[in-house]
């Protein structure tokens, strides 16, 4: 059983690495395609900009339960991930984390080359499964110079913030949703919004709620305030101009994301409303190229974890009909597989 890795590849492009699928993209339907890559077995490598596996899910909420994986009526994210690596560890994928992927061209043989910072794979097929492509969070105006000493974009381990004052800025999903995780731990949580209405679900508001924590409405953050770190914020009322001194080891801005396909936008893929057109075999308009779940658009296309997981599969197995014309398309079911 060859065992994955995750160390850096040399940057030396004259050392290309030899793969049959490569995965752009280490999200949850990335680590999927790796396992259906390996059961089919197929060497697979997975390329991602982010330095871990698990996508925006790592990246943005590790602790948020999800509710419409099928066979799970609850998920934590972090365990979504753990359990998507273990599926494929059998098959030996090999991850390179922390390489982005800059441009594509074809070898002589016709098959894909994508080239990376000093690296290049070349591919039987590429699968892309990007997520919303890069991502990049909006930053906090006040938090200029606090970035990494006390304002965080993310709270991947919410145990470092045990008996922390937290102020959680943001009115969407995510800022709800760390304000209720960090509430048990933290020494107190406080959200604040510019406005009173809130792009987070009915359900998640009311639940903070219930938590006791307070919500200060139609203000902002106009200061943070420490020398080595943050030690206290300044906020203040839209509207009357009144302003709060509150104390925060930690500011957690939670206002939402820039999406951008990024260098993939360049590519020469067909692309519709800066998605990735397929058909029904998710293959795009360049040769041996595939994609599937949220970066790809379709007629009827429903942007959910478990439609990527049934995409990605699909990818595959057309992939490696390409790479292989006397292969099946139809890999067999794994419960006729020896154990």
Known sequence: ??????????PDESSVIETD???IGAGPSGLYGAYCAGFRGLSVAVMD?????GGQISAMYPEKPIFDIAGFPAVRGRDLVDNLVAQAEPYGPRYLLGHRALHITHATDGRPVVHS???????GAVVITGGVGTFTPRQLPAGEGYLGRGQVYFVPDPVEHTDQDVVV????????????TLAPIARSVRLVHRTERFRAHRATVDKVRALGIEIITDSE?????G????ERIEVRHRTTKATRLLPAHTVVAALGFIADLGPLKDWGLELRARRIAVDTRMATNLPRVFA????????????LIAVGFGEVATAVNNAATVIDPEAALFPGHSTDKEN
Do not use: C, N
Request: no cysteine; charged share 20%.
């Open 221 to 225: 953050v106009s200061a943070l305030h």
């Open 21 to 23: 699928i490569l995965i």
């Open 49 to 53: 900009v982010l330095p871990q596996r």
């Open 169 to 180: 800025v943001g009115g969407g999903d995510s800022a709800f949703d760390w304000a209720a």
């Open 117 to 123: 910072e000093g690296t290049a794979v070349r591919a």
């Open 227 to 230: 020398a080595s770190r943050v």
């Open 1 to 10: 059983m060859s065992v994955p890795t995750d160390e850096p590849v040399a």
């Open 292 to 303: 599937a779940g949220d970066i790809t658009d379709y007629p009827g296309k429903v942007r």
